[in-house]
């Protein structure tokens, strides 16, 4: 009887090892991240057409401001509320211009929608993510593209590509991904996609 239950025991650890072992080759980041043209919430409310110059009022409710000797990109909150649209000064900051449609507004769902982080790239691109959306642009804001992680679990950051955009991905803090786990993307600009590559 003894026996029987050790082998079960032994069969059972060696179950779950293995499993373990056949995992840990696998990601739980998906290969390809397959970007759709426009922004979900871009016709919730109408933007500035491109290149309006901002007021000054209209500038300082212009927060995430990338750091860049002249040329910036920003999110601007429109009458400080929570209507959000992406801008981008070639001047430093001296002056900001509207580049693109809506962001995101407060509404059910809407809050997966949130910038929390501007990674500039170019005067010509920018990739804006939070922990659930990335809204990139290659041509100054005159088209976006827009992938959703609707799991909402995502640390997302820049990670520099020769001649390319790249992101790091890994699992934000309160994730129940594996904690060290994390994988690199780079943007396929003719494909509107994500390959990741580690």
């Known amino acids: 009887m003894r026996r029987t239950h050790y082998v079960a025991c032994a069969t059972l650890v060696l179950a779950v090892f293995s499993s373990t072992v056949a995992g840990a080759t696998s990601s739980p980041y998906p290969a390809t991240l397959t970007m759709q043209r426009g922004l979900s919430q871009s016709s919730t409310n109408p933007a500035l057409p491109w290149g309006t110059t901002l007021t000054a009022a209209q500038a300082r409710q212009v927060t995430l401001k990338s750091s860049g000797p002249t040329f910036r990109w920003g999110v601007w909150k429109k ?90 991905i890994g699992p934000a803090s309160y994730a129940l991904l594996p904690k060290a786990s994390y994988a690199l993307y780079v943007l396929d600009i003719a494909r509107h996609q994500w390959r990741r590559t580690k």
């Not at 649209?85 to 769902?109: E, I, K, M, Y």
């Not at 642009?137 to 609707?150: A, F």
């Not at 997302?156 to 001649?163: E, Y």
């Open 79 to 168: 009458n400080g509320g929570p209507e959000t649209f992406p801008v981008r000064s070639t001047d430093g900051g001296a002056h900001w211009t509207a580049a693109g449609p809506q962001l995101a507004t407060d509404w059910a769902g809407g809050s997966l929608f949130y910038v929390s982080k501007v990674i500039p790239e170019s005067s010509t691109s920018v990739v804006m993510v939070s922990n659930s959306i990335i809204d990139v642009t290659t041509d100054r804001g005159h088209q976006w593209y827009q992938y959703l992680n609707t799991a909402d679990n995502w640390s997302i950051t820049g990670h520099a590509v020769s001649g390319g955009i790249g992101l790091r």
